[in-house]
């Protein structure tokens, strides 16, 4: 199983970008997937993540009603649309997914597959 995310850049604050992440080796729908961040001097934190099968999403406190996690089935693609962005959001972020059922969405390591990481980073 290979995750390539990509879509990260610089951008004003108040501003939008939309990551995506291809999923690839393996059918999608039999994963649930997540998207974590690493800021620069701190540990890596949860941000959204859809439950597996896909019928339940969850959020950071922090990204609530600015970030939204989507998918496409038939491109094995997980998507994260990131609006009214902050300079705090500034963060290589992650895709990951795991096939455990059961655990915390928003534990990094009950995922099994991550991705390379993408650099988003909000100007002031």
């Known amino acids: 199983v290979q995750l390539q995310a990509f879509g990260g850049g610089l951008v004003q604050a108040g501003g939008s970008l939309r990551l995506s992440c291809a999923l690839s080796?393996?059918?999608?729908?039999?994963?649930?997937m997540g998207w974590f961040r690493q800021a620069p001097g701190k540990e890596r934190e949860f941000v959204t993540a859809?439950?597996?099968?896909?019928?339940?999403?969850y959020y950071a406190d922090s990204v609530k009603g600015r970030f939204t996690i989507s998918r496409d089935n038939a491109d094995n693609t997980v998507y994260l649309q990131m609006n009214s962005l902050k300079p705090e959001d500034t963060a290589v972020y992650y895709c990951?997914?795991?096939?455990?059922?059961?655990?915390?969405?928003?534990?990094?390591?009950?995922?099994?597959?991550w991705g390379q990481g993408t650099l988003v980073t909000v100007s002031s």
């Open positions: 990951a997914a795991r096939t455990k059922f059961e655990g915390l969405y928003s534990l990094g390591r009950t995922y099994d597959y």
């Open positions: 859809f439950s597996w099968g896909g019928d339940r999403t």
């Open positions: 080796g393996r059918t999608f729908s039999s994963y649930a």
